[in-house]
């Protein structure tokens, strides 16, 4: 009999549900790595904005951490080492300004993990980022989080104290509404300083391709300007999410499609911030002096909260950099990529709906075909 059935087996293919097809990606290696990738922006910003800034991030990840240990001991499951609360501190402490209050990222990682997390049914329930969540929360909950805590950067040379103490888009946002000019030169009017580093490479590139760049590009590419701690360096992020495209836990679709339509649409309508009329806006920098890049790479790509199909990747990222692009120049707040994702993660069922794939050799009903 034992014979008989090991032929069976061998002779017939063993039936098994759903899914067929088995990665060796988990939680835990898909959380780790993207913790990973960060380590490279989360050590400039400290570098850049002083050890105070290692406490902030320390404080936001040991916050969500614990708050998970309360949820895992309120439901008697152990979730708490798949390192999705070491990333939503993270996240949360990348988000602050680099001299805030203690508490108030502490307060945010609270609410990222037992509000918008563990009430909706824990990891892969919430329909909304809760890092997001938690940063925005505090963001309307404390003057804190727009006002007094920026910082400038070790590396910049010292600046009037009404530059050195806000980020460069909050000022354009509020002094330089019909400037006319380029944002960089108009923040050099108002008393913004640039590097030597920035200086010898702008001379570089205007002389040897014939450009008219002013100082402060190369700055804000690789975060050597005042903002959060975490997404001051293009730079650093884009190389992280490189690596995540390379191990494949993201896909190119939402951070191509949001960046180069943020890109465009600043480009296109971003001059009338400062009456420059259409096609003048400067789109680099807005791209490299607020939160886009992180935004793109690590909050908008959330498993969770995105759309599942090719089709609506790319619709879910074209539409972020509308709403990004749209709430810093025509609405109130310098930055809009917290709330433009909040904002969308409301539509990503609707989107999944409409860009469903249809299984292979499906053929229309009569009632669908018409």
Request: one cysteine or more; charged letters at 10%.
């Amino acid at each position: 009999m034992e014979k008989k059935s090991s032929e069976s087996l061998e002779k017939y293919p063993v039936i098994e549900v759903s899914p067929h097809l088995k990665a060796t990606s988990t939680t835990f290696t898909i959380m780790w790595a993207v913790s990973i990738s960060l380590i490279p922006a989360a050590l400039w910003g400290v570098i850049s904005f002083g050890w105070y800034s290692l406490v902030v991030l320390l404080a936001s990840i040991i916050s969500a951490v614990a708050a998970e240990g309360l949820v895992n001991w309120g439901t008697k499951r152990l979730t708490i080492h798949d390192g999705s609360a070491f990333l939503t501190g993270l996240l949360i402490g990348f988000n602050m300004p680099p001299e805030i209050p203690i508490y108030i990222p502490v307060i945010g990682s609270f609410f990222a993990i037992l509000v918008v997390k563990a009430a909706f049914g824990g990891l892969g329930s919430n329909w909304m980022n809760p890092a997001l969540a938690g940063r925005v929360f505090v963001f309307f909950s404390f003057n804190q989080m727009g006002g007094s805590c920026w910082k400038k950067p070790r590396f910049l040379p010292e600046m009037v104290d009404s530059i050195s103490s806000a980020t460069p888009l909050s000022v354009v946002k509020s002094q330089g509404a019909e400037c006319g000019i380029n944002s960089f030169e108009f923040l050099k009017q108002m008393g913004y300083s640039h590097s030597a580093f920035d200086a010898k490479l702008t001379d570089f590139f205007n002389s040897s391709f014939g450009l008219t760049l002013p100082n402060g590009y190369f700055d804000a590419f690789v975060g050597n300007i005042p903002g959060c701690i975490g997404e001051v360096s293009a730079l650093l992020l884009i190389l992280g999410g490189i690596f995540l495209l390379a191990k494949k836990i993201i896909t190119w679709h939402i951070p191509v499609a949001y960046i180069v339509s943020f890109l465009l649409f600043s480009w296109i309508f971003g001059g009338l911030q400062t009456g420059s009329g259409y096609f003048s806006g400067d789109a680099f920098f807005h791209l490299f002096t607020g939160g886009v890049i992180l935004a793109a790479f690590y909050m908008a790509t959330d498993m969770a909260t995105s759309p599942v199909y090719p089709k609506g990747l790319i619709i879910y990222g074209v539409l972020l950099g509308f709403f990004t692009f749209f709430i810093r120049v025509f609405g109130s707040f310098p930055e809009g990529a917290s709330l433009a994702i909040l904002f969308m993660n409301m539509f990503v069922p609707m989107i999944n709906k409409l860009t469903k794939s249809k299984p292979f050799g499906y053929v229309k009903t009569k009632k669908e075909a018409k």
